[in-house]
């Protein structure tokens, strides 16, 4: 097993193959397989059944997992990645479920590798935890996860296409979203927003969220500058107050080499371009569309 092992769906309601490709192209440019000393950092595991030659095997670093079940159907069957991670790992093993068209950005990295603790447990957080919040963990049994701020909606807290966390943890998620299916599927949308309302609302009481950087992870509206333009917006009141030396979330400012005054994205600057502030960079919109985006084309992909 690697430090951090991705479970993602490919298949009527999921990623689209391409969508896949993106991803693990990604983990290869940012050189996120294998360190320099052999160490195994991270993994990607694909259920689908759809032909494994489509996709790029990154030197057999993805893996692949068909399935047979039809109870989910759709978006649903994201669920089998909670599965699927507990089934593969030990349970303090990382598993990270990621819902939607997403791809790798500087300084992955330190998210990725970053540990969750198993419930019930502080130990080795990415941060460090108040001692109040110690007690909490301990005395509740609490699950600690990592997502990141939901900076630019009012959809959700916490953005809802990444999830990490200690397989022990994705047992307990699954078991959750199996034992509840009909109820999830009559009250949420088949939507990552729908699957993360039902979790920020009826698994609040089991979860902590682990402290994350604020706007690690950034929205990229396919063809469509002006919601870019309006993200930028959101960027300054939402995300760079939180760039002081202070550093109240425990992180401020990260983007090694970068410029903490960039704005999220530089359309017209001579060296800017994306914020460095920025590890993920989820894909809104038609992604098989995605080559006619020329700023997508040249500074992102």
Not at 51 to 63: A, I, K, N, P, T
Not at 145 to 161: G, M, R, S
Not at 181 to 206: R, S
Request: net charge negative; proline share 5%; with cysteine.
């Amino acid at each position: 097993m690697a430090v951090s092992n991705i479970y993602v769906y490919c298949g009527e309601g999921g990623l689209s193959v391409s969508d896949v490709n993106r991803l693990s192209e990604s983990l290869s440019t940012n050189r996120q397989w294998t360190s320099h000393d052999g160490v195994d950092l991270t993994s990607l595991t694909v259920i689908t059944n759809e032909d494994s030659s489509q996709f790029y095997d990154q030197g057999g670093q993805v893996l692949f997992q068909p399935f047979t079940t039809t109870e989910y159907g759709g978006f649903w069957n994201h669920i089998l990645c909670y599965k699927q991670g507990y089934l593969d790992q030990h349970d303090d093993d990382k598993v990270v479920v990621i819902t939607a068209p997403l791809i790798a950005h500087d300084l992955v990295g330190i998210p990725m590798l970053e540990h969750a603790p198993v419930q019930g447990k502080t130990e080795n957080a990415s941060q460090n935890i108040d001692e109040e919040d110690k007690k909490l963990i301990v005395d509740q049994q609490l699950y600690p996860v990592q997502q990141f701020n939901n900076w630019y909606n009012d959809e959700t807290d916490f953005v809802p296409f990444f999830m990490g966390c200690p397989a022990g943890t994705a047992r307990m998620i699954y078991n959750q979203l199996n034992d509840n299916i009909e109820e999830l599927k009559a009250d949420y949308d088949p939507t990552p927003y729908g699957l993360q309302q039902y979790l920020e609302c009826e698994l609040e009481e089991k979860f902590f969220w682990l402290n994350q950087p604020k706007g690690i992870l950034a929205p990229y509206a396919i063809n469509d500058k002006e919601k870019n333009l309006e993200r930028n917006e959101l960027w300054e009141s939402n995300v760079r107050p939180w760039f002081t030396d202070e550093k109240p979330d425990g992180y401020g400012w990260r983007g090694l080499g970068g410029e903490p005054d960039s704005l999220l994205y530089e359309f017209t600057h001579e060296w800017r371009t994306i914020s460095r502030q920025v590890s993920f960079i989820h894909f809104e919109g038609d992604t098989d569309t995605i080559l006619e985006d020329e700023f997508a084309r040249w500074w992102i992909l």
